[in-house]
């Protein structure tokens, strides 16, 4: 029974065979909680100092803008350089920047666009920081680990991404927004902490200079992979097609319930696909011992379509009322989103160990950028279909057709990428 646990459970022989690895998940922990704070104080503070929903929807432009721009040159810097040294300038950049936060929180006369350019920086900060915190991972970890690891670290994202915003929502009325920025700061030592301790990790790229030419020198090398490439394009259409975020109001409040019931239905739906994520893997033992890792991607993907197939099915089924059909909806995206942690688990570790070690900076930081935009363009899309749908219930249809098209792109992609569908790592 015990044997059972073990391998039904998350695989933590990453923690144990390193302890570079173990202290930098340790402190993710603590950061990605306080982290939160500032995702959630963020908007909210907008709201507070403009009383406009438009000065809220700004601060996405001006998050995403610096976090596509620079991830990709953050790719192109963890290849040319020290990983350890960029990751202790840009960690110290987080901290600065929230501490600036804070300090613009206490002050009598609040200014949106200092919010808003301290949040465009904090973001920069971020974009250049992640390519290298990933790219370490195959050189303090054994290649066999990789899986777990990743399975890990998504899981303590996607953890914090829960309980963040219930802290913050908790403690805001209490503290305000001061104290909230301040949290973070203090949380951020933690990971400044992790990273003192590593070893040096050099930048395994050639000496010239880093710019534009090195990164399109990285969309080059993508670009001739089709195995690597393939790992994007099957992200790209299970996020484009099949992430119908945007239409979650309009189902919960025509399709679930209508406004006596939708805020709770509402509330529902934004949970289940973080909830789905953590359950996954915290029940990720497995994963270590796959080794197909393309036909679990592709299996992954349309697990995550169907998902969002019986959803939309669930919400156009439920007319109005909520009970079992909110039940089954909300099921099956806690479903897709353990489907797409596996997803996005094995496409990390495909990045890492079928990609040659002088660009594996530059394709995390495309690897930031699909994962950041694809969601975005997924509000545009589906919010755009459900608005030539027109009528009241257009959305739940809209989501349903979606999950369709990527359950039958992944059986097209199994049948035509056969490379990309029996990829097995060396």
Do not use: C
């Amino acid at each position: 029974m015990a044997g059972q646990r073990r391998g039904l459970l998350a695989d933590t022989r990453p923690l144990q065979s390193s302890p570079h690895f173990r202290r930098l998940w340790t402190a993710n922990i603590i950061t990605v909680i306080g982290a939160q704070l500032t995702v959630v104080s963020v908007p909210a503070q907008i709201f507070v100092d403009t009383g406009s929903s438009a000065y809220v929807g700004l601060a996405g432009l001006f998050g995403l803008v610096p976090l596509v721009i620079l991830g990709l040159y953050g790719g192109s810097l963890a290849d040319r350089f020290d990983k350890r040294t960029l990751l202790l300038i840009t960690t110290l950049g987080l901290i600065a920047t929230s501490a600036l936060f804070t300090v613009q929180a206490a002050l009598p006369e609040r200014n949106v666009w200092l919010l808003l350019s301290l949040f465009a920086i904090q973001q920069g900060f971020f974009a250049l920081n992640q390519p290298a915190r990933t790219a370490l991972l195959p050189e303090i970890l054994d290649e066999d680990l990789l899986p777990a690891a990743n399975s890990l670290n998504m899981t303590v994202m996607n953890a914090g991404g829960i309980a963040g915003p219930l802290v913050a929502g908790a403690l805001l009325p209490l503290t305000g927004f001061t104290w909230l920025y301040a949290i973070d700061t203090v949380t951020l030592l933690a990971t400044l902490w992790a990273v003192v301790h590593l070893p040096a990790l050099p930048g395994a790229g050639s000496s010239g200079t880093v710019g534009l030419r090195s990164v399109i020198e990285g969309l080059v090398y993508l670009a001739g992979h089709r195995l690597l490439l393939m790992s994007f394009v099957v992200d790209i259409i299970a996020m484009v097609f099949g992430m119908p975020r945007a239409l979650f109001p309009e189902i919960a409040h025509v399709d679930f319930g209508g406004p006596a019931a939708g805020g709770i239905a509402f509330a529902l739906l934004f949970a289940a696909i973080p909830v789905g994520a953590v359950l996954g893997g915290v029940f990720s033992g497995w994963v270590s011992r796959v080794r197909r890792h393309g036909r679990t991607i592709v299996l992954a993907i349309a697990i995550w379509g169907l998902g969002i197939t019986v959803f939309g099915a669930a919400a156009m089924l439920a007319n109005g009322s909520g009970g079992i059909w909110l039940a089954i909806g909300v099921g099956a995206l806690v479903v897709a989103g353990a489907a797409d942690m596996a997803s996005a688990a094995f496409r990390q570790t495909m990045l890492l160990s079928a990609a040659s070690p002088a660009v594996r900076g530059r394709l995390q930081g495309v690897f930031i950028v699909v994962v950041a935009g694809g969601p975005r363009i997924a509000d545009v899309v589906h919010g755009g279909a459900a608005g030539i749908v027109g009528t009241p219930g257009g959305a739940a249809p809209v989501t349903l057709i979606g999950g369709v098209i990527v359950v039958v792109a992944m059986a097209v992609i199994a049948v035509l990428a056969r490379r990309f569908w029996t990829y097995t790592p060396r």
